[in-house]
T-cell receptor, first 114, second 111 residues
Framework: EAAVTQSPRNKVAVTGGKVTLSCNQT?????MYWYRQDTGHGLRLIHY???????EKGDIPDGYKASRPSQENFSLILELATPSQTSVYFC?????????????FGPGTRLTVL | QQQVRQSPQSLTVWEGETAILNCSYE??????FPWYQQFPGEGPALLIS?????DKKEDGRFTIFFNKREKKLSLHITDSQPGDSATYFC??????????FGDGTQLVVKP
C-alpha cells in the first residue's frame, strides 16, 4: 500500500484562484517536503517541515504557503495561483532519525493554471 | 548556484550497452549521494546510493563510481534494458539534512 499519497492527482485552476494540494504519509516520518518539477529544472524544493506545526522555506517559496497540521499531513497552498505555477508537484517524506536520509515520494499532482 | 549538475541531459543507448550518467557537485561537505529513478507519471524512487567514504557501490547492473577529490560521480548501467528507460536524478546531502537534486538525465534504451 502506497506510503505517500497526494490529492488531487490532477487540478485545473484559474488565475487568481486559491489552490490547496494535499499530501498524506503513513511512514511515520518527521520530515516532509514539497517539490515542483519542470522540464529542464529537475526537482526544486518549495517548502519542507520537520514535524507537526513546523514549516520551513525551501529554494523557491515565493507564491506558496505550507501547512503541517499533523505528522501525517502536509499541504501546499497557492493563495493566488498564476500560470507560472503550472507544474507537477511532488510531496516526499523522510526520516531524519537515520544516518542518511532517504526521501519517499508520492505520485505527484499535475496542476494547470489557466 | 546549482549544487548538483548532471550530464548529459538525455542519453540513448541500445539494449545490452552500458549507459554512463555523470554528476558533479559543489559542496565538499556533502557525504551522501543517492540516485533516484523516475518513470513517466510516477514520483522518483531511490535506486542506489553511496557514502563519501566509498569509491564504488554496486547493486546488480547498477554501479556508482565516486571521485571525492574531483567531486564527481557516475552511474553505470550495464546490459541496459528497455525497462531501464527513465529519468535518473543524481542528488547530494550532508548527513540527514535536505537533499539537493540535479536536473536529471533522461535515458532511453532502444531494443
Amino acid at each position: 500500500e502506497a506510503a505517500v499519497t497526494q490529492s488531487p492527482r490532477n487540478k485545473v485552476a484559474v488565475t487568481g484562484g486559491k489552490v490547496t494540494l494535499s499530501c498524506n504519509q503513513t511512514n511515520n516520518h518527521n520530515n516532509m517536503y514539497w517539490y515542483r518539477q519542470d522540464t529542464g529544472h529537475g526537482l526544486r524544493l518549495i517548502h519542507y517541515s520537520y514535524g507537526a506545526g513546523s514549516t520551513e522555506k525551501g529554494d523557491i517559496p515565493d507564491g506558496y504557503k505550507a501547512s503541517r497540521p499533523s505528522q501525517e499531513n502536509f499541504s501546499l497552498i497557492l493563495e493566488l495561483a498564476t500560470p507560472s505555477q503550472t507544474s507537477v508537484y511532488f510531496c516526499a517524506s523522510g526520516d531524519p532519525g537515520g544516518v542518511y536520509a532517504e526521501q519517499f515520494f508520492g505520485p505527484g499532482t499535475r496542476l494547470t493554471v489557466l | 548556484q546549482q549544487q548538483v549538475r548532471q550530464s548529459p541531459q538525455s542519453l540513448t543507448v541500445w539494449e545490452g550497452e552500458t549507459a554512463i550518467l555523470n554528476c558533479s557537485y559543489e559542496d565538499s561537505t556533502f557525504n551522501y549521494f543517492p540516485w533516484y529513478q523516475q518513470f513517466p507519471g510516477e514520483g522518483p524512487a531511490l535506486l542506489i546510493s553511496i557514502r563519501s567514504v566509498s569509491d564504488k557501490k554496486e547493486d546488480g547492473r547498477f554501479t556508482i563510481f565516486f571521485n571525492k577529490r574531483e567531486k564527481k560521480l557516475s552511474l553505470h548501467i550495464t546490459d541496459s534494458q528497455p525497462g531501464d528507460s527513465a529519468t535518473y536524478f543524481c542528488a547530494a546531502s550532508e548527513s540527514n539534512n535536505r537533499i539537493f537534486f540535479g536536473d536529471g538525465t533522461q535515458l532511453v534504451v532502444k531494443p
